[in-house]
């Protein structure tokens, strides 16, 4: 296993080793993503982080300020706030994903 693989997956056991909106766990690294709880100015990228090799310690500091989702939820995550939609417990096994939204080639309201 190469060292940043290694990094993630301590990572990612760290923040609880499964999605925190829906509760998927795998041991597919790549399904995994950092959410910062707080959006703000000079965040640092957990990627980034990882990949340049930073002591455990300064990664540790970063993680305790995000927390761990799927990829589908982290998504579900920035559009409710690109859209100003406080998030409110959706995730992508809700069955709530549309938000109310319509088909836009029939118009007809999405399951």
């Not at 760290?14 to 995994?32: H, I, P």
Request: hydrophobic letters at 25%.
């Amino acid at each position: 296993m190469q060292e940043r693989d290694q990094r993630k997956r301590k990572a990612v056991e760290y923040l609880g080793s499964k999605c925190a909106d829906c509760g998927y766990q795998t041991e597919f690294l790549t399904v995994y993503d950092f959410h910062h709880k707080e959006e703000r100015t000079g965040k640092k990228e957990i990627s980034y982080l990882i990949t340049a090799n930073v002591g455990w310690e300064k990664l540790q500091r970063e993680l305790d300020k995000c927390i761990l989702l799927c990829a589908n939820c982290h998504r579900i995550r920035h559009e409710l706030e690109h859209k100003n939609i406080p998030y409110s417990g959706l995730s992508c096994v809700s069955g709530e994903g549309n938000m109310g939204e319509q088909s836009p080639a029939t118009g007809a309201s999405l399951p």
